[in-house]
Every structure is written in C-alpha cells, then in structure tokens.
C-alpha cells in the first residue's frame, strides 16, 4: 500500500475514531449526493489545537530607535502605534484603519487635505501610514534642509487633525470600495489571503479585513474616529524610529514635540488563543476564470522563539515569494506551467509595495505559517493544490537535493541584505528587532544560515509542518463542484498541450491521488460578495 494511501486511511480513521463502521467515499465526486454530503459532515471533524496567547515584549513609552548615518542628507520618520485592527471595537470594524487615513489623509487644523499635499510637493517629502493587525506605522521621508517644516506638518497629523466631516465621508467611501469592489471583485490572490485570517481565527480579534466590514464601517461616526484617535495614538503605544541624517539632538525635539500626545490611552485587553482550526475549508464563490488558493495554519512559532531560523530556511527553500529556486515554483510553475508561482511563508507576509521584499513592523504576536497558491486555471486547481500537499511530503520525508538546498540557502543569505537597503527598510527592521526581543535579528540569521544543514531542515518540517495541520481557502466560481471534489476525494488527473518527460509524468500521476486532509463538514461555501459584510 502506498504511503499516501495510508495517511488517507490514517487520516479517515481520527475522524471516524467515535463512528461505526462507515461506507467509503465516493470513487467520483459526481456521485456526492446530498445524503452521501449529509453522512460525511456528520462524521467528527478533527479536534481544534488552540495556540496560546504569547504578548510581544513590553517597549517603554516614546522608545527611540536610531539608524544614523552621517553626513546624509535625507531623513527618515517612523512612528510606530501599538494599534491595530484588533483594537477595531465590535461592530466598527475598520476604525483604525479609517483613523489613521483620517489623520494622514485628511488634513490638519491650519491645512486641508488638498493643502497638506501642496505642502509636501514642493519639498519632495513622503508621509503615509498603514495599518495592519496589532501595529499602525507612519512612515516619512525629507531632505534634511526641509526637515524643520516636515516635523511641524508631521506633528499637527499626529496633535491637530482636522476632522473635516467631508474628508471622513470621502475616505469612508474608498474603504468600503476596497471591500466590495478591490477585494471581492478584482483581486483573487488578497481576497484568499483576507479569507485565511478569517478562517484561522473566527470570533478572534484577527479574523475580520484590517481595512474593516461593510457594516462596521457604516457605523463608524466622526465621534468614534476623535475618540479612537485618543484612545490609541498615544505615548505608551509609540516607538519613534529616525534614520540617514539624524543625531541625538534631532531625536530628544521629536521626542519633545510628540509628547503632547496623550500619555496613554485605552489598555488593550490580551488576545484570545489562536483558535488553532485544522483542516477546515473556506471556498469564496465568485465569478472568476481561475482558481487560487490560500493554506495554513496559526503556530506559536515566531521569531523570537527557538527553531524560527531553521523554519524560515526550510520555507524559503520550499517556496521563497517570488522567487524561482523555490520548490513549488520549480515544480509547479516551471515544469508544469500551471501559475505565475506558488510561494511559502513562515511568518505572515506583506511585500512592501511593489518589490519582493517583506514589509517590516507587522509584527504579530501570534503567527501564521502559510502557503500561496496564485490563481491556476479552475479546472487544475485541485491538482495544483495536490501538488502542494505532495511536495510538502517530498520535503518531510525524501532527501534534499545538495545543489537545491545550497541555492536556496545562499538566496537567503544574500536577500536579508537586500531587505534593509534602504534606510526606510533599515529602520523598520531595527524598530522589529525591539517589537519581538531579537537585537540584529537579520545579523543572527545570516550566521545561523551558514551551518544549517539539509537534515536540520527536513527535521524541522516533519515537526513543524505536518499536513494535518493545514486549513484551505479557495475562490472559485464553481463552488459547488470544487466542494464535491474536495469530499470525493477523487483522482485528479491533469494533461498538458505538449509533450513531458515520463518522469513528471509518473509523478502526476501519484500528485493526482494525494489525499486532501480536509474534513468535509468543515467545508464552507460563501459568496464573496458576502464575505466581510458584517
């Protein structure tokens, strides 16, 4: 008997463990009736493994991070809040973030928002601001010699903002275009990703959209944005990170001039456990020609825990983002040409902007490990997902190509670098190594890196990155058939247009087979025009 079909049976067996003896599954996925669906749901879902709640180091108020570097003439801000979507109150979903476009966007007390940007033009500065779930950043950047103005404008964002009704209206509007039209209606990949966070932690302060619900941004008052605005941004939730041309001088009068901000605010209440959910399905039905896919799981596994190092090598090989050494993009992209790529996270990733690099201060005190199947051809999207649960066995249990794993290791090695390029990047890193705890985190991986082994790495994915673990979000049009397909269990098998080695070939074949660890009544079907609504 295969190993794959022994897991399948391991695997249908823990299910059944409290069950009588049961008919198979189907052979064929059109043989899925609703009283076939009715017996399998029925059937006990693998039990939750809830992750407990670990908070992020305690950082004193006002905490300055400096990268200096003499004698260059730009300056870098940023400042960074203790406050994210999960300081969204129930029902006004949305509000940090629509607090934080308030203040950057929406003018000040002696500026419109029109007049703001005519005051940054002219002296080529940068001034924006993001929130993701636990941390809101605002980020800027001027020549020294337009600093003294820039300092003044960034401090009335933070002290005096304008609170125009108009400005609210207009930016409450654009988030909720970014639900039902940018989100549900154009972007396959981040509405997989949005639909993860809500799969992993339902009832959890991370499982709604950190740009909001439909309904909880109609609620939201220009009442609620003032008083949100006090409750968060404030010195207790504040890290003041300056790069490039800076002393100690320039950072005690930023010190100084931010210190009229509310000295604290609302506490924030701990987080609940990660729910800890295992191999439950989300499918987000909308009118598109491809499918893509979201998979993962939440872990106390994060950087400042023992281990992380040889889990960020071990995905990295196994599927770096954007990046063609990556197991699954070999696999998957370049021989089988089934997407633009398939990628593997360790932690929970954000590229900044445009680039492949990942976006630093969204730090997250409980972690995801995550795999992004980008949008296949519907009908090869359950082979494509196969493949990735295939290629997941090859790396727990055969052995690591030496060539492979010294290009991916020397990738990484050589990336880390690349990451702080910038003195932007340079300081949002510096500012996360006071967030977790880990001084010169990069420093410290780059020398781990140099002695981890192909053994180290395979260890660490049978102990870390079981398949049972792993939780699926697919968007899709055919709903319905995708959902009889992922019960059935059914062989999907895949032909190309031209001719493959045989080898690939005989590997598709066993790809085709790979069982799903997915359980069927926890298989749920929403329409995305549904999905963050309320």
Same mark, same amino acid.
């Given at each position: 008997?295969?190993?794959?079909?022994?897991?399948?049976?391991?695997?249908?067996?823990?299910?059944?463990?409290?069950?009588?003896?049961?008919?198979?599954?189907?052979?064929?996925?059109?043989?899925?009736?609703?009283?076939?669906?009715?017996?399998?749901?029925?059937?006990?879902?693998?039990?939750?493994?809830?992750?407990?709640?670990?908070?992020?180091?305690?950082?004193?108020?006002?905490?300055? =991070?400096?990268?200096? =570097?003499?004698?260059?003439?730009?300056?870098?801000?940023?400042?960074?809040?203790?406050?994210?979507?999960?300081?969204?109150?129930?029902?006004?979903?949305?509000?940090?973030?629509?607090?934080?476009?308030?203040?950057?966007?929406?003018?000040?007390?002696?500026?419109?928002?029109?007049?703001?940007?005519?005051?940054?033009?002219?002296?080529?500065?940068?001034?924006?601001?993001?929130?993701?779930?636990?941390?809101?950043?605002?980020?800027?950047?001027?020549?020294?010699?337009?600093?003294?103005?820039?300092?003044?404008?960034?401090?009335?964002?933070?002290?005096?903002?304008?609170?125009?009704?108009?400005?609210?209206?207009?930016?409450?509007?654009?988030?909720?275009?970014?639900?039902?039209?940018?989100?549900?209606?154009?972007?396959?990949?981040?509405?997989?990703?949005?639909?993860?966070?809500?799969?992993?932690?339902?009832?959890?302060?991370?499982?709604?959209?950190?740009?909001?619900?439909?309904?909880?941004?109609?609620?939201?008052?220009?009442?609620? =944005?003032?008083?949100?605005?006090?409750?968060?941004?404030?010195?207790?939730?504040?890290?003041?990170?300056?790069?490039?041309? =800076?002393?100690?001088?320039?950072?005690?009068?930023?010190?100084?001039?931010?210190?009229?901000?509310?000295?604290?605010?609302?506490?924030?209440?701990?987080?609940?456990?990660?729910?800890?959910?295992?191999?439950?399905?989300?499918?987000?039905?909308?009118?598109?020609?491809?499918?893509?896919?979201?998979?993962?799981?939440?872990?106390?596994?994060?950087?400042?825990?023992?281990?992380?190092?040889?889990?960020?090598?071990?995905?990295?090989?196994?599927?770096?983002?954007?990046?063609?050494?990556?197991?699954?993009?070999?696999?998957?992209?370049?021989?089988?040409?089934?997407?633009?790529?398939?990628?593997?996270?360790?932690?929970?990733?954000?590229?900044?902007?445009?680039?492949?690099?990942?976006?630093?201060?969204?730090?997250?005190?409980?972690?995801?490990?995550?795999?992004?199947?980008?949008?296949?051809?519907?009908?090869?999207?359950?082979?494509?997902?196969?493949?990735?649960?295939?290629?997941?066995?090859?790396?727990?249990?055969?052995?690591?190509?030496?060539?492979?794993?010294?290009?991916?290791?020397?990738?990484?090695?050589?990336?880390?670098?690349?990451?702080?390029?910038?003195?932007?990047?340079?300081?949002?890193?510096?500012?996360?190594?006071?967030?977790?705890?880990?001084?010169?985190?990069?420093?410290?991986?780059?020398?781990?890196?140099?002695?981890?082994?192909?053994?180290?790495?395979?260890?660490?994915?049978?102990?870390?990155?079981?398949?049972?673990?792993?939780?699926?979000?697919?968007?899709?049009?055919?709903?319905?058939?995708?959902?009889?397909?992922?019960?059935?269990?059914?062989?999907?098998?895949?032909?190309?247009?031209?001719?493959?080695?045989?080898?690939?070939?005989?590997?598709?074949?066993?790809?085709?087979?790979?069982?799903?660890?997915?359980?069927?009544?926890?298989?749920?079907?929403?329409?995305?025009?549904?999905?963050?609504?309320?």
């Amino acid at each position: 008997m295969s190993r794959h079909l022994t897991l399948a049976s391991a695997l249908l067996a823990a299910a059944c463990a409290t069950t009588p003896v049961e008919k198979p599954l189907p052979k064929d996925a059109a043989q899925i009736t609703p009283d076939t669906l009715a017996e399998l749901v029925a059937r006990p879902p693998p039990p939750p493994v809830p992750v407990p709640y670990t908070p992020l180091p305690k950082v004193e108020p006002m905490a300055l =991070v400096l990268v200096p =570097v003499p004698g260059k003439p730009i300056v870098s801000v940023r400042l960074v809040f203790r406050a994210g979507s999960v300081d969204d109150p129930p029902g006004k979903e949305g509000l940090t973030a629509l607090t934080t476009r308030v203040l950057v966007e929406g003018g000040t007390a002696s500026l419109s928002s029109s007049q703001l940007l005519e005051a940054l033009y002219p002296m080529a500065a940068e001034l924006s601001g993001d929130t993701d779930k636990e941390f809101t950043t605002l980020a800027g950047r001027v020549h020294v010699e337009r600093l003294p103005r820039f300092l003044e404008i960034i401090s009335e964002v933070l002290l005096a903002p304008r609170f125009d009704p108009k400005e609210l209206a207009r930016l409450q509007a654009e988030q909720l275009s970014a639900i039902r039209t940018r989100l549900r209606g154009e972007n396959d990949e981040e509405l997989g990703k949005a639909g993860l966070d809500a799969l992993l932690y339902p009832r959890h302060p991370y499982g709604h959209f950190t740009g909001g619900t439909e309904k909880g941004l109609e609620a939201i008052t220009l009442d609620d =944005v003032k008083a949100h605005w006090k409750s968060v941004f404030t010195q207790d939730r504040l890290i003041i990170g300056l790069a490039g041309g =800076v002393d100690d001088a320039l950072a005690q009068k930023v010190k100084q001039a931010l210190r009229k901000l509310p000295a604290t605010g609302v506490a924030r209440a701990p987080l609940p456990p990660a729910p800890g959910v295992r191999g439950a399905t989300l499918i987000l039905q909308r009118d598109t020609l491809s499918t893509a896919g979201s998979f993962g799981f939440s872990t106390a596994m994060r950087r400042d825990q023992p281990g992380f190092f040889a889990l960020m090598m071990t995905l990295s090989y196994f599927g770096e983002h954007r990046q063609e050494h990556g197991v699954l993009f070999q696999e998957l992209r370049d021989k089988r040409g089934l997407n633009y790529g398939t990628y593997a996270y360790a932690q929970h990733f954000r590229q900044d902007g445009w680039s492949s690099i990942p976006l630093p201060n969204i730090a997250r005190s409980e972690q995801d490990v995550s795999i992004w199947l980008r949008p296949v051809e519907a009908k090869h999207g359950l082979f494509a997902t196969r493949g990735v649960l295939y290629f997941l066995d090859q790396l727990r249990n055969a052995p690591i190509p030496a060539h492979r794993f010294e290009t991916a290791r020397g990738f990484l090695i050589g990336a880390t670098r690349q990451w702080v390029l910038t003195d932007q990047r340079r300081l949002g890193w510096a500012i996360d190594d006071v967030l977790y705890g880990t001084p010169d985190f990069l420093g410290h991986l780059r020398k781990a890196l140099e002695t981890i082994t192909p053994e180290q790495v395979q260890a660490t994915a049978k102990r870390e990155l079981a398949p049972e673990l792993l939780n699926f979000v697919f968007v899709t049009k055919d709903a319905e058939g995708l959902q009889a397909a992922l019960v059935s269990q059914a062989p999907t098998p895949i032909s190309y247009s031209t001719s493959k080695p045989a080898e690939l070939l005989s590997t598709d074949k066993r790809i085709a087979t790979t069982p799903l660890p997915l359980h069927p009544g926890l298989i749920r079907v929403v329409p995305a025009s549904e999905f963050m609504r309320e």
